[in-house]
């Protein structure tokens, strides 16, 4: 009964996340179409499309592989980096807190947007995730100075080891035929979310430590929740990497415990 109802609140939860891609999909496709449809009536009617509408049918109709809507806000996102960093050192948390929200904002948003304008490509796939590892490193690099050496070090490794596969790694296996996945996977993501998450509380912590504010006990609350939220990206990391050069492995051992148990 408890393994039927698990699967039950899965089953929903899943329903639910889908409903939620499924209604913002409706909305970009509609944009897109409306988009279409006016650049469409423009070139029926013998009218020149003036700079802009030129703009928009080449950004978001024809089908680019580096500058696409969804392209541009990736790369929107990785050009905070050093605005971010500048923020958080001159202690303006509050505009680096709204600032790095966001721009995490952005990640849910430009899938969406490609799947929305049919503009998804392999291209894209590889650029999202680098944008975000980018976009991160203006704060990364700041928190430094208030993380142990151990943990800061450790999510650097687990980043760059991502980061040289993506852009180094899967062209080698390439080129010798070898089929391995695009894009961030489901560990990844997950990585991710509980990056940006740490990122953000600590963030908090450290505003609410600064002299103007000292509300100690608040921060230190937030600062141990952050930082136990940051140590839990490390196995998703280490998995994603696993992921990425064994696909389908943690699947697999997964499915073979689950039949022994």
Sequence with gaps: KGKIKKEKIMNNKESVIKIKDDYFLVIFKQFHNKLKNKIDSKKQSGEPLNIFWRAIEWLAIEKGEYFTV????????????????????????????ITFMVA??????????ARGFE????????????????MLIGPWFYLKRFLPDWLWWSISGIEMTLFLMAAILKRII?????????????WGKIKFSFEVGSIAIIIIAISLHSPELKILSLSSILYAIGLTSLTTAIPFGLASIIEHTWPGLLTKIHLYFKKES
């Design 104 to 113: 995490t904002a952005t990640d849910f948003i430009d899938g969406h947007v």
């Design 119 to 134: 503009q998804i490509s392999e291209t894209g796939k590889n650029i999202d995730p680098m944008a975000d590892k980018i």
């Design 174 to 186: 390439s080129h010798f035929g070898i089929k391995r996945l695009s894009g961030a996977n489901d």
């Design 70 to 97: 969804a392209n541009i806000i990736s790369y929107l996102r990785a050009m905070l980096a050093y605005p971010l960093y500048t923020m958080l050192d001159e202690g303006a948390y509050l505009a680096a807190f």
